[in-house]
């Protein structure tokens, strides 16, 4: 079987992702790169239910060379950001608070430093249908241009999240972030406005030793 240890490796996070609350049902997608192939979650499919072999791998091109179940219907974005990142791992979330956030803005304000963990100010993809090259365009597009180099993190309007990582853990330990940030900023907003953290404010903390993934001096 291609890819068995990155395909065990989707099972465990695809539990994680379940019972952490950040997906509900079968929503929510996730994949690992090694080399040219890629193994994603099934379409259609509880995350926590999957086995390794329901994982199927693709090529570069979306092709699958291994595995009997259908790919994800979000494929083509997790190969679309591939094209254009470093990162060896995408994930996929349906969670409540990047909901609300994805729902009613355009990008998360910063309220707090660790949003620089993410790589900066997270932006919210514009709509589109799930699973169709448009939506997969606007993500790619929302991950390009943080000020302090590579994001690791976007929102996708009315939709959901999706984070990046250079491994498994990595990605999945980025989207619980981007949840915590979202909930500190709605929970906020029911309290008055919140205080948004500006450049200025940011780039001290870079350069007090926190490093953003992918920060070019």
């Given at each position: 079987m291609l890819l068995e240890r990155e395909r065990a490796a989707l099972c465990e996070t695809g539990r994680k992702m379940?019972?952490?609350?950040?997906?509900?049902?079968?929503?929510?997608?996730?994949?690992?790169?090694?080399?040219?192939?890629?193994?994603?979650?099934?379409?259609?499919?509880?995350?926590?239910?999957?086995?390794?072999?329901?994982?199927?791998?693709?090529?570069?091109?979306?092709r699958v060379v291994d595995?009997?179940?259908?790919?994800?219907?979000?494929?083509?974005?997790?190969?679309?950001?591939?094209?254009?990142?470093?990162?060896?791992?995408?994930?996929?979330?349906?969670?409540?608070?990047?909901a609300v956030v994805a729902t009613t803005m355009t990008e998360l304000p910063p309220v707090h430093y660790n949003t620089l963990a993410l790589g900066g100010v997270v932006k919210v993809a514009a709509y589109a249908t799930y699973g169709t090259p448009e939506l997969a365009a606007n993500v790619r597009a929302a991950?390009?241009?943080?000020?302090?180099?590579?994001?690791?993190?976007?929102?996708?309007?009315?939709?959901?999240?999706?984070?990046?990582?250079?491994?498994?853990?990595?990605?999945?330990?980025?989207?619980?972030?981007?949840?915590?940030?979202?909930?500190?900023?709605?929970?906020?907003?029911a309290i008055g406005e919140p205080r948004v953290l500006t450049e200025e404010e940011l780039q001290r903390v870079v350069e007090r030793g926190l490093t953003p993934p992918g920060y070019r001096a």
């Open positions: 379940v019972a952490s609350g950040l997906v509900m049902g079968s929503s929510g997608n996730i994949s690992v790169r090694a080399g040219e192939l890629v193994a994603v979650s099934p379409g259609g499919m509880m995350l926590d239910r999957m086995a390794p072999e329901d994982c199927p791998v693709l090529d570069k091109h979306g595995g009997a179940r259908a790919p994800s219907s979000e494929t083509p974005m997790h190969l679309a950001v591939y094209e254009v990142s470093d990162a060896t791992a995408i994930v996929h979330t349906h969670s409540t608070y990047g991950l390009q241009g943080g000020k302090w180099g590579d994001m690791y993190a976007a929102l996708m309007a009315n939709h959901g999240g999706v984070t990046l990582g250079h491994d498994l853990e990595h990605a999945y330990e980025n989207a619980r972030l981007l949840e915590w940030l979202c909930s500190v900023y709605v929970q906020a907003r």
